[in-house]
């Protein structure tokens, strides 16, 4: 079986990157006839060879590097003109996207268009609540639905049709070792610099504990892109908390697919980080949430979507805790594009980091979470769950497509 994988970007922070190339691995090692299609931004990320042609590489422990050919499209009118080329060129029996629903809007076009019968599985990662209607006839038009929380599952199933819709959580895909912790309270935060990542937010909060501690023993550490082209400069914001460069750290090695942090090179910054902050704008499920609570990391996250689900999962492992004990308060605000917004209390999250900080100098400098903790719902779940669906999309009833009704 052909697969198409949509949803890779040159930089492997957001969740929706990441877990397209964990699809992309994994079916390849399955010996699946499988390429990718990726937003043609910032190309020099990708190294061609003699040809020209581009590809995803990553490495087998024992079996080398092995490449994925990768396609480009870009973002605007002609997407899915330049999608429907692609499809056309790779001739899949299976497109998989991963994000968004409104990251593949042109997918109705381009299943309605495409000669043969075509199969088409989402694997809902982010989303935007409430659901805009006009999303309904996109989202009915799929094959079938993996969706990433709980939260995201019961939006979804309340409209669609079809049979093939199904949950897992991402889990985490690192065990816990013994390892000692950054003598400092170290905090942690990933993504880009885009506002829905909302890092700005973590900066200034960490800044108000560090004024209050005295500048004393306070790390913050921010797994990013800093030369990305994004929504602002990050660099520029830490200059403003932390003119001395006393207590923001940044990556030494670019953040990309290519010259980036190796998945084991991230979860040693897990380890010796003792708190993990995700409050973005926009409802999503992190992957690095689960990865960073593998690692020990105690998670603050803003309250909304399916991060009230990840709070819930973890009070199973932990009841002696409540999940607002991982939330911090949120204002929801309607965007132009009419979802939701959630702006996280930036003076509520900075105390939280400042009560952690507390009970860590209590426990003279030990692990404020458990190290021992491995998350129930771990990747190789999420990786057999994938592998189920497709196979259930694979196997249900042929899509009905507008150039073939009538046809026999």
């Not at 087998?60 to 590097?65: C, K, L, Q, V």
């Not at 990013?224 to 929504?231: F, R």
């Not at 990556?251 to 980036?260: A, F, N, Q, W």
Request: a negative charge.
């Amino acid at each position: 079986m052909k697969i198409l994988v949509l949803g890779l970007s040159p930089y492997l922070l957001t969740s929706r990157s990441k877990v397209a190339a964990l699809i992309l691995r994994y079916l390849y090692i399955k010996e699946f006839d499988i390429a990718g299609a990726v937003w043609g931004h910032d190309t020099e990320y990708f190294v061609p060879d003699e040809e020209g042609r581009i590809y995803y590489e990553f490495p087998i422990p024992g079996h080398g590097t092995h490449r994925i050919p990768l396609f480009l499209f870009h973002r605007g009118d002609k997407e899915a003109i330049e999608v429907h080329e692609i499809v056309s060129s790779t001739n899949p029996d299976m497109v998989i996207t991963v994000g968004d629903y409104g990251d593949f809007l042109y997918m109705n076009a381009v299943k309605s268009f495409y000669p043969k019968p075509l199969k088409w599985l989402f694997v809902l990662l982010n989303y935007s609540f409430p659901i805009n209607k006009d999303y309904y006839d996109l989202i009915n038009n799929t094959d079938g639905i993996l969706c990433t929380s709980k939260f995201s599952y019961d939006s979804i199933s309340s409209f669609y049709k079809k049979d093939i819709i199904d949950i897992s959580y991402l889990g985490s895909a690192y065990k816990s070792v013994p390892q000692e912790k950054c003598d400092k309270f170290r905090i942690m935060a990933s993504g880009k610099n885009h506002q829905a990542d909302n890092l700005p937010a973590v900066i200034e909060a960490v800044s108000q504990v560090v004024n209050k501690k005295n500048n004393i023993g306070i790390e913050l550490y921010l797994h990013t892109t800093v030369h990305d082209s994004g929504d602002y400069n990050l660099e520029d914001i830490a200059q403003h908390f932390d003119p001395k460069g006393e207590f923001i750290k940044f990556p030494d090695k670019y953040v990309s697919l290519y010259e980036g942090s190796t998945d084991a090179e991230l979860s040693l910054e897990m380890n010796k980080s003792h708190v993990f902050v995700s409050v973005p704008l926009v409802s999503a499920t992190s992957m690095s949430v689960f990865d960073a609570i593998s690692c020990g990391c105690y998670p603050l996250m803003s309250d909304c979507g399916s991060n009230r689900d990840v709070a819930n999962e973890i009070c199973t492992q932990y009841p002696e805790h409540s999940s607002s004990d991982f939330l911090i308060p949120a204002v929801k605000l309607m965007s132009p594009g009419g979802s939701y917004l959630h702006i996280c209390d930036i003076d509520a999250l900075a105390e939280r980091i400042l009560s952690l900080s507390i009970i860590f100098e209590k426990n003279k400098g030990k692990d404020i979470f458990s190290t021992e903790y491995i998350f129930r719902n771990n990747r190789e779940g999420f990786i057999n769950k994938i592998s189920e669906v497709i196979d259930r999309v694979d196997k249900s009833e042929q899509s009905v497509n507008i150039e073939t009704i009538g046809e026999k």
